[in-house]
């Protein structure tokens, strides 16, 4: 925000330097971000009059001038002819670089000599007027310097004013501030307008039919009014702080609202119709054209003002074209009203429409003070315009404003600031902001604080305006115990090592995904997948891609797979650490969460087998490849050994979807996307995924490192086939080959799966490699080929396997 050194001094006198006052403000948390002088830019420019004119000998354009500088009579051409005689203009000294322009030098025109440069207001950068000399007012003195003349001799300052400070965003908010940061008296001194004629409620009446969206408006209404230009003064506020003047009447509603931060409306009163104006919520579709042009196309939660013909006002951001005042408006119905800041700020992104008055009223506007400013804005304008305020104000306040009390418990400033900060001090600091003070510690919060809730936010007012730098920089109290890092930290750890040894490169992602990226909540995937978990819908998404939370985060990680499969890589293998959202039945309620928050890490790969081997080039991921991922990660918790079992669950195939367990402990899923959900998300078949829950594997993992010797005599290797049912899982046949092998197998591994002639169909043959060993001595073979008939003899007999090789 653009804030006039100059214009604050209506509220806070006296004044430090701009420099100084920037940098008192910036410690207090008003951030100043940079500095502007009008005057700098015309430097060397000076009040001069025009004491004798000729027209040039040598051209019948051109006019040579004997101008009067104060101090001395130069000799100037100018081409300009709007001047006469004894005006005052201004005067570009010789040396002088006017803004954006050249530096001025003496120089000789067609013949005649020429001492500065006698300018328009564009030149100056004071005006779009370039058809002639700036014409000054005729009490100024020659030699005045221009920039002192006419009243420039300000600083602009530029204040990064943050969200929760819409208090602010005008020169008597920073003023507001100013005043507290230096110890000084806050001058506030408003207009009261002269009332005369008929009563207000004879020319209008105002009915709110959504108090929610416009808890307050008052208005008044001028008769007699004559739209002009407005004087220099506030010309030169409105443009100094950004804003274009454009007429009287216009102009008071923008200066007031940059003075005391309330935007406010001006209406022809003439052109609405039936005397009445009505806040309500639009219709769907229903249209409205803004004082901009364009013609816009409203939503059932917009708000708007509306007369007896329909919509005449976007509420709070942009008023309609049809009641806009014009030149020939005899009769203004002023308005000062109070939105909805979250209406308005739908409103606002919704229709591309960011005014200057939505940006306040989407922070927060004090609706406390509405008739005090309606007042100030109606008699400006009244002695600007030669209009007459009618008797009375209509005040419509449907939901008056409950005063907001915080309690400060003595002491509570010290403890918290970690510094003696005496009583008195602090009631002088929360006065000076506007706060009241009540017996018992209580502090009523004025209406334009929106920001102040809780003690802790009347401390932080406390430090800032005493400054940061008055408390002192001591250690924190320590036991000097070093607190044990929890264990899922080194969970968090571990997994992401092994993942990312097992070629994973790991993505981030929103919590808040699309629905359509559950795609096992669409009624075709329902018929296979079975019920999903019911995502948590967002109130006020920040676009309909992002409406609810995820459930899963594959629901995000699929959605990478497919923007990454356009770049046709060879391969990928991606994976995310972070938390799905599962809606609590019971949430909501006493302060219950409505969501249970888990952290899960799943990963997905697709594509070709890496590294390339010299017996399968061109391998493509199967169910090996992310069972491999999911044992990588148990392997490095050092968690036991990892089973899977057979199970059915979305978003996977259930002829490759397998529960992941350690124990008794279900980690989580494995398997092959289903081919509905990769048909939705346009995925090719054969892309694979995991997902294991952070509770689980934190159960399971044994972060303690435990030493196990080498060991001291050879292992005996043996191999077995056997033919089993198809259906058959292949943990069930190792199972029994561990139980049965015990104490001497070590290890069984599954190496080989084969399906296809000469075997029967719905048999498949597993091969399995054991390692037999014994701790205190070396086998032999006899002793091995015992305990092997003892497995196959068994394999046959519970499972009814075949032996098919040894």
């Known amino acids: 925000m653009k804030v006039s050194v100059e214009w604050l001094t209506d509220f806070v006198s006296p004044l430090p330097g701009p420099d100084e006052l920037a940098r008192r403000l910036t410690r207090a948390g008003l951030e100043v971000e940079g500095m502007h002088r009008p005057a700098e830019a015309l430097a060397g420019v000076v009040v001069a009059r025009i004491a004798a004119a000729a027209t040039h000998p040598n051209a019948e354009k051109l006019t040579v001038t004997q101008?009067?500088?104060?101090?001395?009579?130069?000799?100037v051409v100018c081409g300009a002819k709007n001047f006469q005689v004894g005006d005052l203009v201004p005067l570009a000294t010789v040396g002088t670089t006017l803004p954006g322009g050249p530096t001025i030098q003496r120089a000789s025109l067609r013949g005649?000599?020429?001492?500065?440069?006698?300018?328009?207001?564009?030149?100056?950068?004071?005006?779009?007027?370039?058809?002639?000399?700036?014409?000054?007012?005729?009490?100024?003195?020659?030699?005045?310097?221009?920039a002192k003349a006419l009243g420039l001799e300000d600083a602009v300052l530029e204040v990064n004013v943050t969200p929760n400070r819409?208090?602010?965003?005008?020169?008597?908010?920073?003023?507001?501030?100013?005043?507290?940061?230096?110890g000084v008296p806050l001058r506030r001194t408003l207009r009261v307008p002269v009332e005369s004629g008929a009563a207000v409620t004879d020319a209008i009446r105002i009915e709110i039919a959504d108090p929610v969206g416009c808890p307050r408006f008052t208005a008044r209404v001028l008769d007699g009014v004559r739209i002009a230009p407005s004087p220099a003064w506030l010309r030169r506020r409105l443009e100094r702080c950004g804003v274009r003047s454009i007429s009287n009447v216009v102009d008071v509603t923008n200066y007031v609202m940059l003075e005391l931060g309330q935007p406010l409306h001006a209406f022809d009163l003439d052109r609405i119709q039936g005397g009445l104006l009505r806040v309500r919520r639009a219709r769907e579709g229903e249209p409205l054209t803004t004082l901009d042009g364009k013609q816009r196309t409203l939503v059932a939660d917009d708000l708007i003002i509306e007369d007896m013909r329909g919509a005449q006002s976007l509420a709070g951001t942009m008023g309609g074209a049809d009641t806009e005042v014009r030149e020939s408006t005899t009769r203004v119905l002023l308005e000062a009203a109070n939105w909805d800041p979250g209406t308005?700020?739908?409103?606002?992104?919704?229709?591309?429409?960011?005014?200057?008055?939505?940006?306040?009223?989407?922070?927060?506007?004090?609706?406390?003070?509405l008739p005090e400013v309606l007042?100030?804005?109606?008699?400006?304008?009244?002695?600007?315009?030669?209009?007459?305020?009618?008797?009375?104000r209509i005040d419509v306040h449907p939901r008056p404003a409950e005063p907001r009390v915080v309690t400060l418990a003595k002491g509570e400033v010290d403890g918290l600031l970690g510094a003696p900060v005496s009583e008195a001090e602090v009631q002088s600091i929360l006065s000076s902001l506007g706060f009241v003070g009540e017996p018992g510690g209580r502090w009523r919060v004025p209406g334009w604080r929106h920001d102040v809730e809780r003690p802790e936010d009347l401390v932080e007012e406390v430090a800032r305006i005493r400054g940061y730098e008055h408390i002192p920089a001591v250690l924190p109290a320590s036991s000097g115990e070093l607190v044990p890092e929890p264990a899922w930290v080194e969970v968090e750890r571990r997994v992401r090592s092994a993942l990312s040894g097992a070629g994973f490169d790991e993505v981030v992602n929103y919590s808040f995904v699309d629905p359509e990226l559950l795609p096992w909540v669409t009624p075709r995937a329902l018929e296979k997948l079975g019920t999903p978990v019911e995502a948590v819908s967002l109130k006020n998404p920040l676009t309909p891609q992002q409406a609810v939370m995820r459930t899963t985060l594959l629901a995000s990680l699929l959605s990478n797979v497919a923007f990454n499969l356009r770049q046709q890589p060879e391969s990928l293998r991606l994976y995310e650490i972070g938390r799905a959202y599962l809606r609590d039945p019971r949430g909501g309620k006493d302060l219950r969460p409505v969501a249970e928050e888990r952290l899960h890490v799943a990963g997905v790969l697709w594509g070709r087998r890496d590294p390339r081997s010299w017996t399968s080039t061109d391998a493509a991921c199967d169910f090996a490849d992310v069972r491999g991922a999911v044992e990588a990660i148990v392997s490095a918790l050092s968690a036991g050994e990892l089973t899977c079992r057979l199970g059915r669950v979305a978003p996977f195939h259930p002829r490759a979807t397998a529960e992941a367990r350690v124990g008794d402990t279900v980690l989580g899923w494995v398997g092959e996307v289903h081919p509905l959900v990769a048909e939705h998300l346009a995925l090719p078949r054969g892309v694979f995924a995991f997902e294991l829950e952070f509770a689980a594997l934190e159960r399971v993992a044994a972060l303690s490192p435990r030493f196990e010797p080498l060991p001291r005599y050879p292992a005996v290797l043996r191999d077995v086939a056997v033919v089993v049912p198809a259906a058959m899982e292949a943990a069930e046949v190792r199972a029994v080959i561990r139980e049965v092998g015990q104490p001497l197998v070590e290890d069984a591994t599954l190496f080989d799966v084969y399906t296809g002639p000469p075997l029967p169909e719905g048999q498949k043959n597993l091969a399995f490699a054991l390692r037999y060993r014994a701790p205190d001595r070396t086998l032999r073979d006899?002793?091995?080929?015992?305990?092997?008939?003892?497995?196959?003899?068994?394999?046959?007999r519970r499972l009814g396997g075949q032996l098919r090789g040894r």
């Open 67 to 75: 101008v009067d500088a104060g101090r001395e009579r130069l000799q």
């Open 112 to 146: 005649v000599e020429s001492h500065g440069m006698l300018c328009s207001g564009k030149e100056l950068g004071l005006s779009d007027d370039a058809s002639g000399l700036l014409i000054l007012p005729k009490d100024l003195v020659p030699g005045t310097p221009l």
């Open 166 to 182: 819409g208090d602010a965003l005008s020169h008597l908010g920073v003023g507001r501030e100013a005043a507290a940061v230096l």
């Open 344 to 369: 308005i700020r739908r409103m606002a992104r919704r229709h591309q429409l960011h005014s200057e008055a939505s940006y306040r009223f989407e922070r927060g506007v004090d609706r406390t003070v």
């Open 375 to 392: 007042d100030h804005a109606a008699a400006l304008m009244a002695e600007l315009s030669g209009a007459t305020v009618r008797r009375g």
């Open 782 to 796: 006899d002793e091995v080929a015992a305990a092997h008939a003892r497995i196959v003899d068994e394999v046959q």
